[in-house]
Each structure stands twice: as structure tokens, then as C-alpha cells.
């Protein structure tokens, strides 16, 4: 079990329908990360939030959506979704960067998206 | 950019003790992560180097040379369930947020 929970773990779609995934932590980090990682690749980051507000997004299709409504909430909204769109999806939360970087970013258990 | 390099593989024995090297070459460098990811799950952080000089945790160690960008997982003790990805990630960009990992390093141990 991890501190950082993840719903739905598993959720499949079509390309036409829209859901939304969810992250939550509560240990009192105020940075917050949406990663994607296909089979047998390392997870790549998609976006950032820090304080509530959104740092960096690496070029991010808009089919996905992120949204942070509090400190300890994360949304990843989708539409429109296309076949390789097909991975699991990681949530992350750390301290804000300091001196010495922002220490460990831990993962929760990830949902694992098929898009029909 | 950011240039991460891990053996893909390894073989060891259960019981014995195995390294796993990390070369990186990255702009504004704030600290290196290795990870446990075993199939199907999320990572699992082990360690964490900011400073040169070698970080112990029980059967993990992990040492970091800046000047070389180089990096090294020590696994003492092989068990069966260490088997896993061992995934060298560092810590860099404006605000210390991106954390890019390696490919990774899939661990086999055997009886």
C-alpha cells in the first residue's frame, strides 16, 4: 500500500467516452505529478502542480485534462481518448523543491487505462 | 536534454551481491532517485543521492559521484522477490519538479 491512493485502478473506455482519474495524498506535499508509462518503458512525466497551480505540462495533448481542486486532490480528465493513449497512468506527490531538490516523489499504485 | 544510462539486464544469484550502474548527463542536476518497480506496479523509491559519497538503507546502498556523473545501486543479500525493474531517475529543470528516468535495469535472481 502506498500514501499516495489512486482510483479507479483499472479503467477501460471507448474513444468517445469521458472519465476522469483520481489521486490524493495527505502528507503535506504541495507538488503534484501526472506520469504516463507504456509497457516496459520508464514513467514520463506529463504535469506538474505546485501549490494548486499548474508548474509544467510537457506538451500534453488536450484530450487530457489536469486539474487540482486542493492541496491534497488531483483530477486527470480525458476525452476523446485514442488507442495509445493505452498505459498506465502514475500520480506522484513531493515537497516543494528546496536547497537540495524536493527529496522523493512518491508514486501511487498507477491506474492501468485500455482504450477500446 | 537529459541522457540516462542503465544496464538493461542482470543475472545474480540469490544470497550474493549485485551493482547496478547509472551514468547520467544532465543540465541543473538536484539529486538522483533509484526505484523498485516490480511488473504491473508503481515505483517504489529506495534512495535518494544529492551529495558525492554513498547512502546506506539496510540491504540497498547507493553512491553518487557528480563530478562523473555516475551513479550505483548496491543490492546485498539477493532475495527471490528482488527481482524487479531498478529504475535510476535524476532530478533536474528550473524548479527541481522534472524527474526523468532511465530505461531501467530488469533484475532476474535466481536460486
Known amino acids: 500500500d502506498t500514501e499516495v491512493t489512486q482510483t479507479p485502478k483499472h479503467l477501460v473506455m471507448g474513444m468517445t467516452n469521458k472519465k476522469s482519474l483520481k489521486c490524493e495524498q495527505h502528507m503535506g506535499h504541495r507538488a503534484m505529478y501526472w506520469y504516463k508509462q507504456k509497457a516496459k518503458k520508464p514513467p514520463e512525466l506529463m504535469f506538474v502542480y505546485s501549490y494548486e497551480k499548474l508548474s509544467i505540462n510537457e506538451s500534453v495533448p488536450s484530450r487530457f485534462s489536469p486539474e487540482c481542486p486542493n492541496s491534497s486532490l488531483l483530477n486527470l480528465h480525458l476525452h476523446a481518448l485514442q488507442p495509445e493513449d493505452s498505459a498506465l497512468y502514475l500520480c506522484?506527490?513531493?515537497?516543494?523543491?528546496?536547497?537540495?531538490?524536493?527529496?522523493?516523489?512518491?508514486f501511487g499504485d498507477g491506474t492501468r487505462l485500455s482504450i477500446l | 536534454g537529459q541522457n540516462i544510462d542503465q544496464p538493461t539486464e542482470m543475472t545474480a544469484t540469490e544470497g550474493a551481491i549485485v551493482q547496478i550502474n547509472c551514468t547520467y548527463q544532465?543540465?541543473?542536476?538536484?539529486?538522483l532517485f533509484w526505484y523498485q518497480q516490480h511488473a504491473g506496479e508503481a515505483p517504489t523509491f529506495l534512495s535518494y543521492n544529492v551529495l558525492d559519497g554513498l547512502e546506506e538503507k539496510g540491504r540497498f546502498s547507493s553512491f553518487l559521484s557528480r563530478s562523473k556523473g555516475y551513479s550505483y545501486l548496491l543490492l546485498k543479500e539477493l532475495q527471490m522477490k528482488d527481482s524487479a525493474s531498478y529504475l535510476c531517475?535524476?532530478?533536474?529543470?528550473?524548479?527541481?519538479?522534472?524527474?526523468?528516468f532511465g530505461k531501467g535495469t530488469k533484475l532476474s535472481v535466481i536460486p
Open positions: 506522484a506527490s513531493s515537497h516543494l523543491p528546496g536547497g537540495t531538490g524536493s527529496g522523493p516523489q512518491h
Open positions: 544532465t543540465s541543473g542536476f538536484n539529486g
Open positions: 531517475a535524476v532530478l533536474s529543470g528550473a524548479g527541481s519538479y522534472q524527474l526523468t
